[in-house]
C-alpha cells in the first residue's frame, strides 16, 4: 500500500516548530516578566543561520561514498543545512547553544535510508567503518538524545551521522478485524493520522511534540499523548515491530499476548535508538471519533484536585479522554490576562480540563459519570470555554517558550511521576529544590497522565536568565533530578532518559539494572555505534544523581 513520499515543513532550526509562527512577546508581557521575574534582554542577539559555528566534516570520504552506495547520492547530505537542522533537539539548553550559533555537536552527514534493508546496510558499513549512528525522527528530543558521544568504548569514531527516518513514511498494510496497523516509523503523526483517517480510524496519540515527532520517535521515548486517560500510552499500542541491528533483524510480536518468555518488544520501547533501529511498528489503533467536547472545572487546591483525579482513575468503567490538572500557580499563569495577572475570584483555584471523544452516547455517558464524581469531589462545573481554549492551544507551548527565550528568560519543563500516596511529597521536593536552585522562579505543574495506581507531574519554570544560562540551567535541573531520585519518583514519564537524565536514571535502576542493559548493547552492538553516550549508564554512572550531558561548560557557548 504505497503512499507518496511526503515532506514535512522543516523545523525552526533554533527554535520550535513552523517558523512562521514564531512571534515577540506583547509589550505588556515582557514589561510584567521584567517586573515580576526581573527579566532583561540578552545581551547578544540571536545568532542567523550564516553565523553558526560548524565543525569541519571528519566523515572519511571512503566512508561517504560507501553510504552513498547503499541509498542513493541524493540520500546523503552533508550540506551545512542538513547538519545544521540535525544538531541536538530541542531543549532549552539545545536552543540556547543554537542560538548562541554553536553547532558543535552537528553530524558530519545526514543519511536517509528508505527501506529496513537500507537500514540495516547502514548499520553493518558503520559498525564496519566505526561510524557512530543517531537515529533521528522529528528532532524534538528534550533531553539530549540526539548528540552521539564521538568517544567509544573503544577508542574515538570515525565520525557521526544522523540517520533520518523520513524517507520511511508508508501505511503499509491496516487490519479492520484486529484493529492494528502497520506504519513506517518515519511518519509524523499528522501524516499518520491523516493516512489513517482514509479508513475511519485513529491512534489517538497527540502528545505536545504532535506536529513534528514521528511514530519511530514515540516508541523509542515511550511517549504518552495528552489523551492518555482514554487511549493510552504510546508504548501500550505497539503490538509488534521491525528492528534492523547492527547483529541483524528481529520481527517481535506475533500475537496480542504472550507467555513465551520475556517480551522483547520492552527491549526496544524506550530504548532510544541505543540498541537498533524501529523500521516498522505494529500498531493497535481504534475507530475515529465521532464526537470531542472538552470542558473546564475547577477545585478550591491542588490536593482537591488530585484527590478527584485519582477517584476518576479508579472507578471503574470508562473514564475521560483527557484529564489535566493545574495546580495554582499553573493556573493563574494560564487563565489570568497580562492586566490582571493574580487577580482573584472566578479564575483562583485550579483548573482541571476533561475530555471526551467517541460516540454521541458514549461521550454524554461518560461526561455525566465524570461530573458525578467531580461534583462529589468539590468541583465546580466551568463549561466548554476553558476545555476549548486548551484544546485550541495544545500545542503552542513551545512558541511560547522561544518567545520567552528571546525576552531573556530561563523557562523549561521536566517530569516525572509516582503512586498516589506519594505525589504530595514528590511535588513539593521538586518545587523546592527548584526553588532553591533558581533565584525567585516561577514553578508551574500539572498532571495530565493517570492511572489507578498513580499519576505524571509536569514542571514548567521560568526565571530571568543569568550572564550563563546553560549553567544556571545545569544546577536546576541537576537539584531537581536528585529531588525526584530521593522523593521515589522516576526520573522519566515521558521525555525519556537521553543524555540529561542519565545518571539519575543509573541511581534509579541500580548497579545491576546498568549491567543488564550494558549486557544487550553489547549483544546488539558490540562496535557501540548506536546513540553512543545516550541512556546507557557507564560502569561509574550508578548511584551518582545528575543532569550532566557528558563535559557541559558552564561557559553560555558550549
Known amino acids: 500500500m504505497e503512499t507518496p513520499l511526503t515532506s514535512a515543513e522543516p523545523m525552526l532550526w533554533s527554535g520550535w516548530g513552523d517558523p512562521a509562527k514564531a512571534a515577540e512577546l506583547p509589550a505588556p508581557v515582557r514589561g510584567l516578566l521584567t517586573e515580576l521575574l526581573g527579566v532583561r534582554a540578552p545581551a547578544a542577539p540571536a545568532a542567523t543561520f550564516g553565523e553558526v559555528r560548524l565543525p569541519p566534516v571528519a566523515l572519511p570520504p571512503p ?19 542538513a547538519r545544521i537542522r540535525h544538531t541536538r533537539g530541542k531543549s532549552t539548553p539545545d536552543l540556547l547553544l543554537m542560538r548562541a550559533g554553536d553547532a558543535s555537536d552537528a553530524p558530519d552527514a545526514v543519511v536517509l535510508p528508505g527501506s529496513h534493508d537500507e537500514v540495516a546496510a547502514v548499520l553493518r558499513l558503520c559498525a564496519e567503518h566505526r561510524v557512530a549512528v543517531v537515529p533521528f525522527g522529528g528532532g524534538t528530543s528534550v533531553v539530549g538524545g540526539l548528540v552521539a558521544t564521538r568517544c567509544g568504548s573503544e577508542g574515538g569514531f570515525a565520525g557521526v551521522i544522523a540517520l533520518d527516518s523520513a524517507r520511511l513514511n508508508r501505511l503499509v498494510s491496516v487490519d479492520p478485524v484486529s484493529m492494528v496497523a502497520e506504519l513506517e516509523p518515519g511518519l509524523r503523526a499528522p501524516q499518520a493520522e491523516q493516512l489513517l483517517a482514509a479508513h475511519g480510524l485513529t491512534l489517538g496519540h497527540f502528545p505536545q511534540s504532535y506536529e513534528y515527532a514521528t511514530l519511530g520517535g514515540f516508541a523509542a521515548a515511550r511517549s504518552s499523548g495528552q489523551a492518555s486517560a482514554g487511549y493510552g500510552r504510546f508504548d501500550d499500542m505497539v503490538a509488534g515491530m521491525t528492528v534492523a541491528t547492527p547483529r541483524g533483524t528481529l520481527e517481535i510480536g506475533r500475537a496480542p499476548k504472550s507467555a513465551a518468555g520475556p517480551d522483547l518488544r520492552q527491549v526496544f520501547l524506550g530504548s532510544e535508538g541505543t540498541f537498533g533501529v524501529i523500521t ?47 495546580d ?16 482573584a475570584g472566578r479564575d483562583s483555584g485550579c483548573l482541571l480540563v476533561a475530555g471526551f471523544e467517541g460516540s454521541p452516547a458514549d461521550v454524554a455517558g461518560r461526561r455525566d459519570r465524570a461530573a458525578a464524581v467531580l461534583v462529589e469531589a468539590g468541583g465546580v462545573h466551568l463549561g466548554p470555554e476553558p476545555g476549548d481554549k486548551w484544546a485550541q492551544g495544545r500545542f503552542s507551548a513551545p512558541y511560547l517558550r522561544d518567545c520567552l527565550l528571546a525576552a531573556g528568560a530561563t523557562v523549561e519543563t521536566l517530569e516525572t511521576a509516582g503512586f498516589w500516596s506519594n505525589l504530595p511529597r514528590l511535588y513539593e521536593a521538586v518545587r523546592l529544590a527548584l526553588h532553591g536552585a533558581l533565584t525567585s522562579p516561577l514553578v508551574m505543574c500539572h498532571i495530565s497522565h493517570v492511572y489507578a495506581t498513580g499519576a505524571s507531574l509536569y514542571f514548567t519554570v521560568v526565571t530571568a536568565q543569568t550572564g550563563d544560562p546553560l549553567g544556571q540551567w545545569a544546577a536546576a535541573k541537576r537539584a531537581a533530578n536528585e529531588a525526584i531520585v530521593r522523593a521515589g519518583g522516576t526520573i522519566s514519564h515521558h521525555h525519556g532518559v537521553g543524555r540529561d537524565h542519565r545518571e539519575a536514571y543509573a541511581a534509579e535502576i541500580g548497579d545491576l539494572g546498568g549491567e543488564i542493559l550494558r549486557g544487550i548493547k553489547e549483544r546488539l552492538d558490540p562496535a557501540g555505534i548506536l546513540n553512543p553516550g545516550v541512556l546507557i549508564p557507564d560502569d561509574s554512572s550508578a548511584g551518582h544523581d545528575g543532569a550532566g550531558r557528558g563535559g557541559w561548560r558552564s561557559t553560555g557557548a558550549e
Not at 566512508?63 to 542513493?72: E, F
Not at 541524493?74 to 551545512?80: C, G, L, P, Q, Y
Open 63 to 81: 566512508a561517504l561514498a560507501a553510504l552513498a552506495a547503499v541509498v542513493g547520492d541524493e540520500h546523503v547530505r552533508a550540506d551545512d543545512d
Open 328 to 343: 495554582e500557580t499553573e493556573t493563574m499563569a494560564g487563565l489570568a490576562k497580562p492586566a490582571d495577572l493574580g487577580a
Open 280 to 326: 516498522s511498528l505494529r500498531l493497535r489503533v481504534h475507530r475515529a471519533p465521532a464526537v470531542r467536547a472538552y470542558e473546564g472545572w475547577r477545585f478550591e487546591s491542588f490536593a482537591a484536585g488530585t484527590a478527584a483525579l485519582r477517584r476518576l482513575a479508579q472507578q471503574e468503567g470508562p473514564s475521560p479522554t483527557v484529564l489535566r490538572l493545574s
